[in-house]
């Protein structure tokens, strides 16, 4: 619960800054797309060894969900769709949604504008052609109790 608290403490103080315009929404992706794409490159070799033999869409949704993000995997629940395609349910523990929902952003924006370009980015280290996007008509609070995500190989 200590680690939980500190992640939404983290995003608050993002968010505030966003808010207060101290900090532009472009800023502050580009600092968490830095701190991600480090982090895969510090890890590349051993999550990429662990994953051996998935397709590129499942390995990048276990690498940054459940490697990076630390998601548990019970909150998260994979789809196969198509061939080449991954649909996910998560209904995990979200630092910016608790920091949103206290500030009064909308997740839609937050996630869209601040959060995606770094999972982007991740997908496309794993590969250049796979894509990461969100159906924003089911993203938490709005509308649903889980954010519908995908992971697409292009």
């Given at each position: 619960?200590?680690?939980?608290?500190?992640?939404?403490?983290?995003?608050?103080?993002?968010?505030r800054?966003?808010k207060?315009?101290t900090?532009?929404?472009?800023?502050?992706?580009?600092?968490?797309?830095?701190?991600r794409?480090?982090?895969?490159?510090?890890?590349?070799?051993?999550v990429?060894a662990?994953?051996?033999?998935?397709?590129?869409?499942?390995?990048?949704?276990?690498?940054?969900?459940?490697?990076?993000m630390?998601?548990?995997?019970?909150?998260?629940k994979?789809?196969?769709?198509?061939?080449?395609?991954?649909?996910?349910?998560?209904?995990?523990?979200?630092?910016?949604?608790?920091?949103?929902?206290?500030?009064?952003?909308?997740?839609?924006?937050?996630?869209k504008?601040?959060?995606?370009?770094?999972?982007?980015?991740?997908?496309?280290?794993?590969?250049?052609?796979?894509?990461?996007?969100?159906?924003?008509?089911?993203i938490?609070?709005?509308?649903?109790?889980?954010?519908?995500e995908?992971?697409e190989?292009?």
């Amino acid at each position: 619960m200590q680690t939980e608290q500190k992640a939404i403490e983290e995003k608050l103080e993002q968010l505030r800054k966003i808010k207060d315009g101290t900090l532009g929404p472009k800023e502050l992706a580009d600092l968490i797309t830095k701190r991600r794409i480090s982090w895969f490159e510090e890890n590349k070799k051993a999550v990429l060894a662990k994953y051996e033999g998935l397709s590129d869409e499942e390995k990048a949704y276990r690498i940054i969900c459940f490697d990076h993000m630390k998601i548990n995997p019970d909150h998260s629940k994979m789809i196969r769709i198509s061939k080449n395609k991954i649909r996910i349910e998560s209904c995990n523990f979200c630092p910016y949604l608790e920091a949103c929902k206290k500030l009064g952003l909308d997740t839609r924006y937050v996630c869209k504008e601040i959060v995606e370009p770094s999972i982007q980015k991740m997908c496309e280290m794993i590969n250049p052609r796979l894509k990461f996007s969100r159906n924003y008509q089911k993203i938490r609070p709005h509308h649903c109790d889980f954010c519908d995500e995908y992971f697409e190989l292009s």
